[in-house]
Structure formats: structure tokens, C-alpha cells
T-cell receptor
Framework: GAGVSQSPRYKVTKRGQDVALRCDPI?????LYWYRQALGQGPEFLTY????????KSGLPNDRFSAERPEGSISTLTIQRTEQRDSAMYRC???????????FGNGTRLTVT | AQSVTQPDIHITVSEGASLELRCNYS??????LFWYVQSPGQGLQLLLK??????LVQGIKGFEAEFKRSQSSFNLRKPSVHWSDAAEYFC????????????FGKGTHLIIQP
């Protein structure tokens, strides 16, 4: 497709369950970013990859959060043992190179009940 | 670490009137600056960016922004707003044009009055 694709669009899960959020970047884009956006806030950086290498994971809140991009294309953000405070919009972005502007997907709205 | 302040949470403007959204940043070196727009149910769309050079940058949809180093500001302007401009606007600062991620402001919600 032409843009960054994220799935699912909406995810409702019970507290304590694990969730996996998927991001399919624009074809050929080297860099891939994950952001979290709480209601009424701007996006907050979580982590980013160049190709398959995770360059920076300093924004991940704790060790329940992890991300991978094993083949340098699709990425998965996994949240283990979800908590209500994890509820947010999770946004993925990709860029042609690390010094290029970001293109954002429509996000995954996660609700933990 | 860099930070971004958007002092106005909400702004209401009449259709056809001019618009200015404020953005102040904090960063020790020359920043990379961006404005993004987020319409309901949509992803973030890049309006314009400043990396270097001319401090007045033109973007899409008739928007422009001016980088003022002395004021640490990067305000977004449009001479005449349209009802379709109603959205959430985010200013962001980066250190490498994209690398290391961006730091976003909390956003300004633009309301257009008929």
C-alpha cells in the first residue's frame, strides 16, 4: 500500500493479557518508529529501528513492552500482562532514512479493561 | 533533552480569518522542527518542516511557519482558514531530522466557526 498500515485498528483486552500490535511500513523505508499517544496528549516516543536493528528503546515504559522488526520490514510491538494504564493510541511511523520526515499510520487504539 | 510547548490547548477562529498557532521549543543546538496535523480518526500528516536555511518555510494546504531562533519559536500561520482545517495540530522537535524520534507538544485543537 501507499502508506503505513497498522493492525488491528482497535483492540480491547482484559487486564493481564498479552497483546501484539502490528506495523507494516512504507515499502523501502529504512527507519520505523513506535509512539504512544494518550488522550489529549502529543505522541510519546517509544522505540525505533533502522532496518532490523533496534536503535533506541529508551522510551519503552518498562520491561513489559518490547518490539521487534526481524526482517527489517514489518514490526510488532508486544505488551505483556497489560494494565489499564497501557490504554492509549499506539502509532507507528516510518521514514526513508533516519534523517527523513516521518510518515505515520492511523494507529491502533488499545483499551485495557 | 529537548521539549516543546504549545501554550494554547484550544483555539477558535472564524472561517476566512487568519490563524497563528504558537510553538516554543527547548534544545541546545539547531533543532529540526515540524508541524503535524491530526484529523479525527486519521494518522498524523506532516504539514511542513524546518531543517536549515530560509527561516520561513512553506507547507501543504496553504500553511507556513517561521523559525525564530531568538525566541525559540516556530509558529504556524495561515492567512485564511477553511472549515476543513479543523483538527489537532502538533509541533515537534527532532535532533536528527527523524533519528532518535521526535518530541511532540501536547497539541492545539483548532475549532472553526462558520
Amino acid at each position: 500500500g501507499a502508506g503505513v498500515s497498522q493492525s488491528p485498528r482497535y483492540k480491547v483486552t482484559k487486564r493481564g493479557q498479552d497483546v501484539a500490535l502490528r506495523c507494516d511500513p512504507i515499502s523501502g523505508h529504512v527507519s520505523l518508529y513506535w509512539y504512544r499517544q494518550a488522550l489529549g496528549q502529543g505522541p510519546e516516543f517509544l522505540t525505533y529501528f533502522n532496518y532490523e536493528a533496534q536503535q533506541d528503546k529508551s522510551g519503552l515504559p518498562n520491561d513489559r513492552f518490547s518490539a521487534e522488526r526481524p526482517e527489517g520490514s514489518i514490526s510488532t510491538l508486544t505488551i505483556q500482562r497489560t494494565e489499564q494504564r497501557d490504554s492509549a493510541m499506539y502509532r507507528c511511523a516510518s521514514s526513508l532514512a533516519s534523517d527523513s520526515p516521518l510518515h505515520f499510520g492511523n494507529g491502533t487504539r488499545l483499551t485495557v479493561t | 533533552a529537548q521539549s516543546v510547548t504549545q501554550p494554547d490547548i484550544h483555539i477558535t477562529v472564524s472561517e476566512g480569518a487568519s490563524l497563528e498557532l504558537r510553538c516554543n521549543y527547548s534544545y541546545g543546538a539547531t533543532p529540526y522542527l515540524f508541524w503535524y496535523v491530526q484529523s479525527p480518526g486519521q494518522g498524523l500528516q506532516l504539514l511542513l518542516k524546518y531543517f536549515s536555511g530560509d527561516t520561513l518555510v512553506q507547507g501543504i494546504k496553504g500553511f507556513e511557519a517561521e523559525f525564530k531562533r531568538s525566541q525559540s519559536s516556530f509558529n504556524l500561520r495561515k492567512p485564511s482558514v477553511h472549515w476543513s482545517d479543523a483538527a489537532e495540530y502538533f509541533c515537534a522537535v527532532g535532533t536528527g531530522g527523524g533519528a532518535d524520534g521526535l518530541t511532540f507538544g501536547k497539541g492545539t485543537h483548532l475549532i472553526i466557526q462558520p
